[in-house]
């Protein structure tokens, strides 16, 4: 008995990198969903939602395993359900579809060793963050609502008239990055890599071997403290020194350069079935 496409649902507004990955997922014999108005319905069939292709009787062949880890749980009617999209979209959606969401612990930029960061970052409230006396970067851990940017003083952030207080955002030393790398990781290897920027501003290439090998040695250190599925960005300055830049869910994340393929993968595995999850990545659901 041949088993129903998985599905890819992904929101309005395609990026050019989601645009890529739908591609990529088509290839593959995914069945794409996406959302045709802001409002999120309720179910994938209703009105709202358009299917590429139309009907599951035009879903094309059955997709392969890859990147989904061990056998996966599935959504109505035997249909294992993925989502690419970002935070405010997932967290309304995945929930209603079984899908579990995959991210990195909200303080772990700031628990890894100096070594590895090249700076120092604290994990705080925002309340906290408000006392800040001098210029630091500050953005909030797995989303964006804090902005991620360098802010003068504590007194530039967002207020408690706009913010609870008690929110944990990342504090960190400024830190200028000479070239910038995104890396895919899936069960504790880099799987797929490219460059995204140089000198702050957006420049897409491939990913030199440093920054892959700088990638191996995060692994090495904290790859038990990250979920089997998940983007680290990396960056070299310009004295040559490599550091960890952030953690991004990989199911939120573009995939700017890397192979769209093996990017995908990565995707699948960290929004998938709830019922299909690893012991090891119970742990690191949103």
């Known amino acids: 008995m041949t088993r129903p496409p998985r599905t890819l649902v992904l929101p309005p507004r395609l990026t050019a990198s989601a645009r890529t990955l739908r591609a990529a997922a088509l290839r593959r014999g995914l069945r794409i969903v996406e959302a045709t108005a802001s409002a999120v319905p309720e179910g994938l069939g209703g009105p709202g939602w358009a299917g590429w292709p139309e009907g599951p009787e035009r879903a ?31 967290d309304v959606v995945a929930p209603a579809l079984g899908i579990a969401l995959l991210e990195a612990p909200a303080d772990w930029l700031a628990r890894l060793p100096r070594a590895l960061t090249r700076r120092e970052v604290r994990a705080m409230p925002i309340d906290e963050a408000y006392r800040l006396r001098r210029p630091a970067f500050v953005k909030s851990p797995n989303d964006k609502s804090i902005s991620a940017l360098v802010y003068a003083d504590g007194s530039r952030l967002p207020g408690p008239d706009a913010v609870d207080p008690a929110t944990v955002v990342l504090v960190s030393d400024v830190m200028t990055f000479a070239v910038e790398y995104r890396l895919h990781l899936l069960d504790g290897a880099v799987h797929a890599a490219g460059q995204y920027a140089e000198s702050g501003r957006l420049r897409l290439g ?64 960290a929004a998938g079935p709830a019922t299909g999850l690893s012991p090891h990545d119970r742990g690191f659901v949103r």
């Open 60 to 90: 094309g062949p059955t997709a392969s395993t890859a990147g989904t880890g061990g056998t996966g749980g599935e959504g109505g009617e035997g249909q294992a359900v993925h989502l690419h999209a970002g935070p405010s979209f997932a």
């Open 206 to 269: 491939p990913a030199e071997g440093d920054a892959l090998a700088f990638g191996r040695e995060v692994l090495a250190a904290a790859g038990e403290t990250l979920p089997s599925a998940i983007v680290v960005d990396v960056g070299r300055d310009d004295e040559g020194r490599w550091a960890v830049i952030e953690a991004n869910a990989a199911w939120a994340s573009g995939c700017y350069s890397a192979d769209p393929d093996r990017s995908l993968d990565t995707v699948l595995r």
